[in-house]
């Protein structure tokens, strides 16, 4: 009964051309926008991994509210938000007025506000999701899910949040197996590595958003891959 959600992560599209990748991903089949939000504390992966923590979520800096406002004005698409920051709680009113469609905060981010922020996202008419990092045990999202306000969907990482292109993770299958069979009408997004050769294992597994970034924007025919993807999953 989950249908699929095919959506390209923009933080492979060109920003400087941003409302035309955004259209062109459309046109090519996308059916939502994966928007990545960073709050980085360091440029590179390099220095990410000298630099040393300082109260910020993940290592890149990418997008805020006001570029999503700024899309806003261009597309009428799902933009499905993904909160890679320290404090979700901060951005849920600026992301909604900037048009926001799905608020996606991490449980790593959320362990003392999760009841209020899913009520506020909601409140402020988002879909509200919950993320976790592939070190983060699944057991910790069960709470989200069965709440009496529950959050509408889980992504499960398949990389380290932070960049595109990274390897995807297929331990992290075993994650989205025991969604699945535990929610079986449940959203579970993947995030990280998705492309023609990793999206069976992770459509069987289970997963019916499916994000891609470097596989679809590095594609010759990047329809192709999102079709790719579709059929995978309904399958
Ligand atoms: C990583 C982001 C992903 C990223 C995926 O932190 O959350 O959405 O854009 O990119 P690919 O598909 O290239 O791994
Ligand atoms: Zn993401």
Redesign the pocket.
């Given at each position: 009964e989950v249908t699929p959600k095919i959506a390209p992560?923009m933080?492979?599209s060109d920003f400087a051309n941003l409302a035309s990748e955004a259209q062109r991903m459309v046109d090519f089949g996308a059916d939502w926008l994966?928007m990545?939000i960073?709050d980085g504390y360091g440029i590179t992966p390099e220095i990410a991994i000298t630099s040393k923590f300082n109260g910020h979520f993940?290592p890149?800096l990418t997008i805020g509210a006001p570029v999503i406002e700024s899309l806003r004005k261009h597309t009428e698409a799902y933009l499905d938000c993904?909160l890679?920051v320290t404090n979700p709680l901060d951005y849920v009113e600026p992301l909604a007025k900037a048009g926001a469609s799905g608020f996606t905060f991490h449980v790593e981010a959320s362990k003392n506000n999760w009841k209020e922020l899913i009520q506020r996202i909601k409140s402020h008419g988002m879909k509200p999701g919950v993320a976790l990092k592939p070190g983060t045990p699944i057991e910790e999202v069960y709470p989200l899910v069965e709440a009496e306000n529950p959050v509408e969907m889980v992504l499960v990482?398949t990389?380290?949040?932070?960049?595109?292109?990274?390897k995807?993770m297929p331990q992290m299958m075993d994650k989205v197996r025991i969604l699945r069979k535990k929610y079986p009408s449940l959203d579970i997004e993947v995030?990280?590595?998705?492309?023609p050769s990793t999206i069976d294992v992770a459509a069987t597994a289970g997963a019916n958003c499916i994000?891609?970034?470097?596989?679809?924007f590095g594609a010759p025919e990047p329809a192709q891959v999102i079709s790719l993807l579709r059929n995978s999953v309904e399958k």
């Open positions: 992560s933080l492979s994966h990545d960073m993940v890149n993904h890679m990482m990389v380290e949040p932070g960049f595109g292109g990274q995807f995030d990280g590595g998705l492309g994000v891609a970034g470097s596989s679809v």
